[in-house]
């Protein structure tokens, strides 16, 4: 079976609007696609150490997920709503609430979490 990509596939996230960025997280690409149990994406402790640990399972599906950008910027422009909580891009919300003070003054999310893979 061949899985065709949602629209907007190279376009980079910050080009996309939310419903495609919607469209890319609700699609068969997104690795969290029917895995785990939802509270699996809701860590509880607010402490970031603590959370990740809380959500560590979620955070290995993320860190695979090939949608994970996309997924990262629907998270920030939707951050007075759902965006917030739980956890988004392989993030928890403490880290991804670090990131968003950088994404607000126009880092792209790509370039975030480049930076973050090279700080691992
Ligand atoms: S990055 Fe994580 S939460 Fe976002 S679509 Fe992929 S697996 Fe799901």
């Not at 599906?61 to 996309?70: D, K, L």
């Not at 392989?90 to 973050?116: K, M």
């Amino acid at each position: 079976m061949t899985i065709a990509p949602p629209s907007g596939l190279g376009a980079g996230p910050a080009a996309l609007t939310n419903e495609e960025l919607q469209n890319f997280v609700a699609s068969p690409l997104a690795g969290c696609a029917g895995t785990l149990e939802p509270d699996e994406w809701y860590p509880i402790a607010a402490k970031p150490a603590r959370a990740r640990v809380e959500a560590a399972r979620a955070l290995a599906v993320c860190a695979a997920c090939p949608v994970r950008a996309e997924c990262l910027e629907l998270s920030l422009r939707t951050w007075s709503g759902a965006g917030q909580h739980g956890v988004w891009g392989g993030l928890v919300e403490a880290d991804r609430n670090s990131l968003r003070r950088e994404w607000l003054r126009g880092a792209p999310v790509t370039a975030l979490l480049a930076r973050l893979a090279r700080a691992r």
